[in-house]
């Protein structure tokens, strides 16, 4: 009876650390979702009310410089690297001013 609590609790805490084969396992997107539309329709001079409106709030607001916005996307699929998408936008007088990063507007 001992040596059959042991096998079992034995077995029990091993399958936590394993995989199964044919489990569902979730896409993990985090920050803003940035696409090529989004960015396309900015442009030089719009407010920072205009821009947040486009891009959602920044994930990152630098509290140095108040004219930086950093907008980061991370998509982990199962059995992938995870993709890594960057904009960062700047202002200049409460205007955009410059937009830098993986997806410029065409």
């Known amino acids: ?3 059959f609590l042991l096998l079992t609790t034995a ?3 091993l399958s936590g650390c394993t995989q199964f084969p044919g489990v569902y396992k979730l896409d993990i997107p985090q920050g803003n ?5 989004k960015v396309n329709q900015l442009r030089p001079g ?3 009310r205009q821009v947040q ?3 959602g ?12 916005w950093d907008y980061i996307y991370t998509m982990k699929k199962p059995n992938q690297t995870p993709t890594n998408t960057k904009v960062t936008v700047f202002f200049s007088n409460g205007v955009l001013a410059n937009i830098k990063g993986d997806l410029r507007p065409q």
């Open 53 to 55: 409106y486009i891009m």
């Open 57 to 68: 709030t920044p994930i990152i607001a630098d509290t140095f410089n108040a004219d930086r």
């Open 1 to 3: 009876m001992r040596k």
């Open 33 to 37: 979702i940035i696409t090529q539309e």
């Open 46 to 48: 719009m407010t920072p």
């Open 11 to 13: 077995a029990i805490l």
